[in-house]
């Protein structure tokens, strides 16, 4: 699917015309017509529109000629069986002298707060800050996700302690896989973000020159640059926090888990030593030999009475044990 988006008389409006200058082309999932379609009318090679379309497609910038594409994490979610499950996908920003392409394998938020101008201040032609801005809401994302899953967390943890099942810590792990992808897509951005930054600031590297020349950063961009770092540091250092909390408390109530299996077990088997009791005397007056009192009015009534006293007797020896 493709979109392209204008911004006339400061507001953002839909065309079809894909080779205007200053539109943001917006393809999700696009097929292999698509794909030519925005390769023929802009110029950009098929490799880098291919780019965001592997899941597994790492962190980075790579400049070819007059095109620079800018791969990214971001966040996304799911529900499975009225589960959220946190995930990261790639997002390729390809800027050309004429237009910012974004493809992306699935739809997301980010790209949606722009699409419905949630973003102040965006305008299609000024390609650098849009780029800015997509990596800035990126970030506000991924603490936005960190702060539900650590209330997730907090949730699941109150519910633990009243049930201790099996399906509780299936989330809690879910949860704490969420945060190795974000851990791990976070710092990977850091890096393009940290690039992007230096890509101004040394002159000598030409690729880096190649990446000032295609997005040309004033001093308002470079502060915004710098608050994009800052906010995905402060994400890295939370998901960190929230990874590190989740594994320490998955480990205590596994070993709860482990010490209330072991509660059971020491109290079924305090329970079959008072039960085996009356079986040995049993098992002895079911003998066909000579028994005492078996001649007795009561011959029936003393077995009784001594099997009730031993299991009585085992009983208060066991809880003395605290076996009980």
């Not at 790579?62 to 589960?83: A, C, H």
């Not at 994302?141 to 009243?162: A, P, W």
Request: charged share 25%; glycine share 2%; net charge negative.
């Amino acid at each position: 699917m493709i979109k392209v988006f204008q911004t006339i008389d400061d507001k953002l409006v839909t065309i079809e015309n894909l080779a205007e200058k200053g539109i943001w082309i917006n393809a999700i999932n696009p097929d292999e017509t698509e794909l030519q379609q925005i390769s023929q009318t802009t110029g950009i090679h098929l490799d880098l529109l291919k780019a965001a379309l592997d899941e597994e497609e790492r962190s980075r910038i790579e400049v070819d000629e007059s095109q620079l594409l800018i791969l990214i994490n971001v966040p996304t979610f799911e529900s499975s069986k009225g589960t959220l499950i946190y995930d990261t996908i790639p997002l390729g920003i390809i800027v050309t002298e004429n237009a910012v392409v974004t493809v992306s394998l699935k739809d997301n938020l980010i790209l949606k707060d722009f699409e419905v101008s949630k973003t102040k201040s965006f305008f299609t032609y000024k390609r650098t800050r849009f780029v800015l801005q997509i990596l800035f809401v990126t970030a506000s994302y991924y603490l936005r996700y960190l702060k539900q899953i650590d209330k997730r967390s907090s949730e699941i943890e109150n519910r633990l302690h009243k049930s201790m099942q099996n399906e509780e810590l299936i989330k809690l792990l879910n949860l704490e896989k969420s945060l190795v992808y974000f851990i791990t897509s976070l710092r990977a951005n850091e890096i393009v973000m940290e690039k992007l930054l230096k890509s101004h600031l040394i002159k000598f590297d030409p690729d880096m020159q190649l990446t000032s020349q295609i997005l040309k950063m004033y001093p308002e961009d470079e502060d915004l640059l710098e608050d994009v770092i800052t906010e995905n540091k402060q994400a890295i250092e939370m998901a960190e926090t929230y990874s590190n909390i989740l594994s320490g408390m998955m480990d205590a109530f596994a070993s709860v888990i482990s010490n209330n299996l072991n509660i059971v077990m020491k109290f079924l088997t305090s329970v079959t030593i008072v039960l085996a009791l009356p079986t040995m005397v049993a098992s002895f007056y079911g003998m066909n030999v000579p028994l005492p009192f078996q001649n007795a009015r009561f011959a029936f009534a003393i077995p009784i009475a001594l099997s009730l006293l031993l299991s009585l007797l085992g009983a208060y020896l066991l809880r003395r044990k605290d076996m009980f």
